[in-house]
């Protein structure tokens, strides 16, 4: 192991060795080109270059090419002599063929470990971008996030988010008296955001167990750095989702990576690719982020590389953080390409030797203008460079062969199962589920009283209402003896005149012979 990389040759026929610092490989990087200039190639043997000085690399394969890393070329390939002609050219003496030590990673597990993060861990700044949320819509993120603090509701995977907004949409009116108005309508528009996620995989990448950063940054038993490569053709698909992720892991390296200071090389370098994608149509306060990030995570030992086709791709305040350039050819078709041409070559360094925009402009495939850091950061002299050959396998491996690679990994035990744990879901059904065994409980104790209640009143209307049925259903019966008529004819008479006459005599007399 070495203290640089070789990148390729340079000077008049190509014979001047040129390297890049490990020292200064964390002052970050950028590897531009049009389409089909070399940029993959490129990004391939600077992966190699890494791992064999001992350092861990993480890059994104957009196309499939670079898992060619896990295999050694061959001397049968269709370029092996193009190949063999090159490393003679440029002084690579040593050149010969290996494999690399690779760990696939995929977001939605078909051709990799399964990448996971908790929605937690995500954020509401970068779950915002990725969901494209208005301001108010982010507003209620923010809500959102603050009470599944309060309440004690951890945020793992999409369904706890999605319960929680719920529960906020449910207790709406309470809750707008503390946070400001939370509206039902943000509410139901980020619920249908997140279905759109759904749609796109995006439910694999919240979940447990999530992803450690300390399986990112291995070495193998020979010392060699571990390359970690994103399966990423699938995942093109859904740019907002690719460029969030890959966001989201540096501001995690960022924030939970000691300070190291100057090391002698980097702990980890990130390539992002097509980092374009990064930046389209980003609000400022994500393209402030990103600038924080890569002015202050070199102290950590992280290098960035960003890989894209123009460097005017990438803010300026980001692009000047870049000091390793490798450019491949920009093409000058129209006035606005000539401007960006111009602007791409007033970066560098001038050499006396060549005009820095007429090589930008003829460099071939394979080659590319160069320039490095040298001693105390300075950038050096800008130089037409002939790219190294790769030593590992130029083009994709078979997915027999992605297969068997994943199935022997180190880290296969620890992603392949999904971890789904109590979280803010689970606690929100579990208090629904009580409020509706109270609300049964409630409500059968409110029956049970309405029936004892009704029982209630019905006796009281049969004691006030039974006694005259009874008496006149007894008025009513005819008499059926001669005896009873006789009775009845008697207490008739009673009541009537002479039957008032003859008890008062009556009674009159009793009181007198008292």
Known sequence: MTDEIFVGGGGPDYGTQQHLSL????????????????KTVTLQILAEGFSAAGVPVFLSDVKGDLSG??????????LHEAFAERAAKIGFDDYGYSAFPVIFWDIFGDQGHPVRTTVSEMGPLLLARLLDLTEAQEGILNIAFRLSDEEGLPLLDLKDLQALLVWTGENAKELSLRYGNVSTASIGAIQRRLLVLENQGGTGLFGEPALALSDLMRTATDGRGQINILAADKLMASPALYATFLLWLLSELFEELPEVGDPDKPKLVFFFDEAHLLFDDAPKALVDKVEQVARLIRSKGVGVYFITQNPADVPDDILGQLGNRIQHALRAFTAKDRKELRMAAQTYRENPAFDTEAAIREVGVGEAVTSMLQKKGVPGIVERTLIRPPSSQLGPVTAAERADLVAASPLQATYTNAIDRQSAYEILQARAEDAAKEAEKAEAEAEEASAAEREFNAGRRYSGTGVPRSTSRRSTRQPDTLGSAVATAVLKELKGTTGRRIVRGILGGLFRGR
């Open 23 to 38: 020292k200064y490989a964390n002052r970050h990087g950028l590897v531009a080109g049009a389409t089909g200039t070399g």
């Open 69 to 78: 890393l896990a295999k050694p070329g061959s001397e049968t390939h269709k």
